[in-house]
């Protein structure tokens, strides 16, 4: 079985910064893709920013230039800085991993329980 925990988060005021993480642990071969979603009340889940196992990144337009991603492969670690907040960010942010559990593997998507950002003055 694969796990994400996730940690970080919490309650920023506009224009603050925060950081999340997601360590991957358990019968893990190789990571490809790792990347973290958003999911605010009502809307439906969107991708945030996504980086591949050779370090290539990618953005959602809302949140280019604010928002960085980046991951310690050693770690199976997976991070999200994110800086000059909006009350638009609030939501719960959800980490994912496309995993191989052994060499002989098809690549799967895990997921973390998810994790709540709030920006609120």
């Known amino acids: 079985q694969v796990q994400l925990v996730e940690s970080g988060g919490g309650l920023a005021q506009p224009g603050g910064s925060l950081r999340v993480s997601c360590a991957a642990s358990?019968?893990?071969?190789?990571?490809?893709?790792m990347g973290w979603y958003r999911q605010a009340p009502g809307k439906e889940r969107e991708l945030v920013a996504v980086i591949e196992i050779g370090a290539r990144t990618n953005y959602a337009d809302a949140v280019q230039g604010r928002f960085t991603i980046s991951r310690d492969n050693g770690k199976n670690t997976v991070y999200l800085q994110m800086n000059s907040l909006k009350p638009e960010d609030t939501a719960v942010y959800y980490c994912?991993?496309?995993?191989?559990?052994?060499?002989?593997?098809?690549?799967?998507?895990?997921w973390g329980q998810g994790t709540q950002v709030t920006v609120s003055s």
């Open positions: 358990g019968s893990i071969f190789s990571i490809n893709a």
């Open positions: 994912y991993a496309q995993v191989r559990r052994y060499s002989w593997d098809s690549w799967a998507d895990y």
